[in-house]
């Protein structure tokens, strides 16, 4: 392999990350969460609790803990995965009422927002 090519593969796989996702490791997406408020048991099997900053969401792990950012006011909270949802292909998040009304949503019903898992390894 000619060197100029390696140099610029390696280029590439070392500063690719950070160029595209704004850091190596950092896992966000955005799009539309809802609330809910009903249901005695979650598909964890914890009880829900309506008050709790608690998500559901379809595909990480239960105890992942992310951060939610309502886009239309910056109004950001970490909430804890124990439910599977939410069920409209549209939405990324479900939270709980509590959750819904500390960002500052509830009353709409919907919010864009941006959700980041939190590494709860990272020193404080």
């Known amino acids: ?7 610029a593969l390696v280029s590439a796989a070392i500063f690719a990350p950070v ?11 955005t799009g539309k969460a809802s609330f809910y ?5 979650t598909a964890s099997g914890s009880r829900f609790q309506p008050n709790a900053l608690t998500a559901a969401h379809r595909s990480l792990p239960f105890g992942t803990v992310l951060r939610v950012t309502n886009l239309a006011n910056q109004r950001s909270i ?10 409209l292909r549209s939405r990324i998040l479900d939270v709980s009422s509590g959750a819904a009304d500390a960002l ?5 019903g919907i919010a864009q927002v941006r959700i980041e898992k939190v590494d709860r390894t990272a020193s404080l």
Do not use: C, Q
């Open 19 to 29: 160029f595209l996702n704004g850091a190596a490791h950092a896992e966000s997406w």
């Open 78 to 87: 970490l909430v804890t995965v124990n439910d599977r949802g939410p069920y």
């Open 1 to 7: 392999m000619k060197p100029i090519l390696r140099a």
């Open 37 to 41: 408020s009903h249901g005695t048991r």
């Open 104 to 108: 500052g949503f509830r009353g709409a």
